[in-house]
C-alpha cells in the first residue's frame, strides 16, 4: 500500500460546480498536509496546508483533514475554467535532522465552461 | 521577487551520457530539494538540502544519480550514464525554513533520454 494514495482522475465538472478532492494515507506520523496546483508543464504551487484535523478555508478553497480516519479532502467552491488543473495532496512528517514530504499522484481536473 | 530557477528547461540527451541539471532557489531559502516526476506518476523524492547539514539522499533511485548544493544556494543533479528510465520532469523547491512545509517549486528540467 502507498503512503498516500489519490485518486488520478480525470475528473470534469461544470463551471460553478462544487469540487471535492481526496486522499487518503497509511502512516499516523505524518503532521502537516497540503495542496498543491500544477498547470501543464508548470511546477506546483502550494494552496493550502494544514496541522491538524478540521477544516481550513481561504476564498473559495476548504482543505479538510480528518487524522481519525487518515482521510484528507479539498473543496473547491464556485468552479472555474481557470482551476483547471492538476491537484496533488502531501503529507509531511518532520523530525530531529529528517524532513519527509511524499506527495500522492494527483488528480486531474478539468472545469468545462 | 525571483522565484525558484531552472535550467535547462528541456534536455535531450542520449542514453549513457551524463547530464547537469542546475536550480536556483529563492535568495535566504535555507532548504532544498529535487523531486522526479514521471509521466502518470506522483512526485518522487530524490533529496533533501538543509542549511549546513548533510544532505538526506534518502530518495536517490541508483548511485548513478547525486547532488551538491555549493555555499548554500545552487544545487547541481547530476544523472551519470543516463538510461531511458530516468526521462522524467525534474523538479527542485525551496523552503524559507528548515524542514518547513511551504515548499515553492521551481519550474521543472524536462529530461528525454534517447
Known amino acids: 500500500q502507498k503512503e498516500v494514495e489519490q485518486d488520478p482522475g480525470p475528473l470534469s465538472v461544470p463551471e460553478g460546480a462544487i469540487v471535492s478532492l481526496n486522499c487518503t494515507y497509511s502512516?499516523?506520523?505524518?503532521?502537516?498536509f497540503m495542496w498543491y496546483r500544477q498547470y501543464s508543464r508548470k511546477g506546483p504551487e502550494l494552496l493550502m496546508y494544514?496541522?491538524?484535523?478540521g477544516n481550513k478555508e481561504d476564498g473559495r478553497f476548504t482543505a479538510q483533514v480528518d487524522k481519525s480516519s487518515k482521510y484528507i479532502s479539498l473543496f473547491i467552491r464556485d468552479s472555474q475554467p481557470s482551476d483547471s488543473a492538476t491537484y496533488l495532496c502531501?503529507?509531511?512528517?518532520?523530525?530531529?535532522?529528517?524532513?519527509?514530504?511524499?506527495f500522492g499522484k494527483g488528480t486531474k481536473l478539468s472545469v468545462i465552461p | 521577487g525571483a522565484g525558484v530557477s531552472q535550467s535547462p528547461s528541456n534536455k535531450v540527451t542520449e542514453k549513457g551520457k551524463d547530464v547537469e541539471l542546475r536550480c536556483d532557489p529563492i535568495?535566504?531559502?535555507?532548504?532544498l530539494y529535487w523531486y522526479r516526476q514521471s509521466l502518470g506518476q506522483g512526485l518522487e523524492f530524490l533529496i533533501y538540502?538543509?542549511?549546513?547539514?548533510?544532505?538526506?539522499k534518502s530518495g536517490l533511485p541508483s548511485d548513478r544519480f547525486s547532488a551538491e548544493r555549493t555555499g548554500g544556494s545552487v544545487s547541481t543533479l547530476t544523472i551519470q550514464r543516463t538510461q531511458q528510465e530516468d526521462s522524467a520532469v525534474y523538479l527542485c523547491?525551496?523552503?524559507?525554513?528548515?524542514?518547513?512545509?511551504?515548499?515553492?517549486f521551481g519550474p521543472g528540467t524536462r529530461l528525454t533520454v534517447t
Open positions: 502512516n499516523s506520523a505524518f503532521q502537516y
Open positions: 523547491a525551496s523552503s524559507p525554513t528548515v524542514g518547513g512545509s511551504e515548499q515553492y
Open positions: 538540502f538543509q542549511g549546513n547539514s548533510a544532505p538526506d
Open positions: 494544514t496541522y491538524s484535523s
Open positions: 502531501a503529507t509531511v512528517r518532520a523530525g530531529a535532522g529528517s524532513y519527509q514530504l511524499t
Open positions: 535568495s535566504g531559502h535555507t532548504a
